[in-house]
């Protein structure tokens, strides 16, 4: 894209596609794109390398604002960390538990899983392998049985086992279902009433595949359950995630990991550098 | 909404006096906002615009006295036309039994949508047979078994140690021996760019015949429906789309893309959860969504 020898009305108008095409979103695309002509205009440049540095650097400060926000994560000995995973249905949320466990499990923490989603047809079973994979215990009662006792039940079997890290699973919900809203900080009172800091991190999972619908996630997400970090699942496939640009801008929530696929080993670390890179620099 | 922009849009400029093809530009920069965040694709987006624009200034916009409702009028007009005007039926084959292959990315909705397909179906009156063939993800051969019993419908499983094309060929053996009809072949998740996994479908294609390969799109997908929706058509030849959680606020404009794109018609509507959350697809209701 900056590798041609004019900086013209052109390279602007394929910016904003390739941004728009990474699902940037139409107001943040025009935002960056008009910030960029403005910094252009004014330092005179004409290099289109020198517009390609500032474009990234642009991208990446609009990142880190909200990555910056990251709460410090403090482990207390004897006090389980709780996290709790929340979104709409089928983003990888189960699959993205079976991530963390292996990533706090590879600093020598000891974890354990709560089969929060009693709702769907085998979401239990399919914790449940994934503990047995990881040799990780998972509470769990049976299908249809109450969240809120499933969360009880782990708070209780962490506290008793000494477990570091707690991961609660929770069933996938369309954020437009305000009595399913409604449990996740029912879920979250159960935590608390525990562990006065439970759950410690509320990580919202978006599909990186997901459109504009996905800033609509995080709004209404975040409004029901305070959503600490944002992981971003299936960046392996074509899709870029840009919906992050407009998540970071609008609601300052720090993205902190990505999904990069089908395993445990398939997470990584969120960095606004990198991410920006893999756009299209 | 759309409507209400265009009613600023042309409402400033009525104050003017007469319209002009610039004042109909301004109102297709409304369009294009309005469909770009509806996650309409870029391009796809492009080529609608222009064609509304040519309507738009040909057809009295600009001498209408309500220019905005004239300009929503054709923009709902060419949606519902590419869309798809009728509604399509699924394929019967010439000789049974009827094969639905259900593919697309992970987490869209296919295992759901296999049971939904197999009660909605079952309700008029045919045998159905559910296929197991996802041997990848953990306890997804139990989620569907699980989907079967609660419409009791049997599932064809061989676990996980069979490779799925010789599940889905056995399967379909298995249909015809019992009398079953139709077969839905619900299959693992996959990226279209993972070469084996699509040489996967391709030789479970060429082994059970379908009579129609189901794409299962989520309607909250962005601007890559059209990448993801052209590799599966150009490799499998895809003969539908099921468009899943319509029952959420994500506009839609997947559909319209794909549509545009590959040619291929939407046939259902997922709606919720739940195995009767089953709809036909009605192209001025998604065209409604997609306006916003
Ligand atoms: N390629 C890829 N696939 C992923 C990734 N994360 C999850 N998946 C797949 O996406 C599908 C859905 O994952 P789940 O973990 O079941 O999603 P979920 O959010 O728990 O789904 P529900 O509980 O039904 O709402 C599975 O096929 C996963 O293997 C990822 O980072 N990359
Ligand atoms: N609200 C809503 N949820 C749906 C709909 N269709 C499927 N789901 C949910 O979406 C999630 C994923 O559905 P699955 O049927 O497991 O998706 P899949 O395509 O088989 O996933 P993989 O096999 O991992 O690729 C589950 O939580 C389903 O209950 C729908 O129309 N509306
Ligand atoms: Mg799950
Ligand atoms: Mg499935």
Redesign the pocket.
Known sequence: LFDRSVLDEELYEDLEMLLIQADVGWDVSQKLVAELRERVDRDRIKDPADAREILRQEMILLLEFATRNRKVKILQRGVPFVIMVVGV??VGKTTSIAKLAAYHQRFGRSVMLAAGDTF?AAAIDQLSVWGERLKVPVIAHQQGADPGAVVFDAMQAAHARNIDVLIVDT??R?HTKYNLMAELEKLRKIMRRHVETAPQEVLLVIDATTGQNGLIQAQEFAKSVDITDIMIAKLDGTAKGGIAFSVAKELGTPISYVGTGEKATDLAEFRPDTYVDSLFF | SLSDRLNETFGRLSKKGRLTEEDVDGAMREVRRALLEADVNFKVTKDFVAAVRERAVGQDVLRSLTPAQTAIGIVNEELVRVLGNEREPLRVPDRPPQILLMV??????????SGKLALHLRKEGRNPLLVAA?VY?PA?VN?LQSLGKQINIPVYEEGTGRNPVDIAGNAVRFAIDRGHNPVIV?T??RLQIDERLMQELVDIRDRIRPTEILL?ADAMTGQEAVGVAQAFHDRLGVTGLVL?????DARGGAALSIRAVTGVPIKFI????KLD?LEPFYPERLAGRILG
């Open positions: 249905n089928g769907r069933a996938g369309l | 697309g990315l992970q987490g869209s909705g296919k295992t759901t949508h996802d993800r997804a989620q619900d693992a998740g299962v899943t959680k319509m029952d959420g997922g709606t919720g959860e959350a």
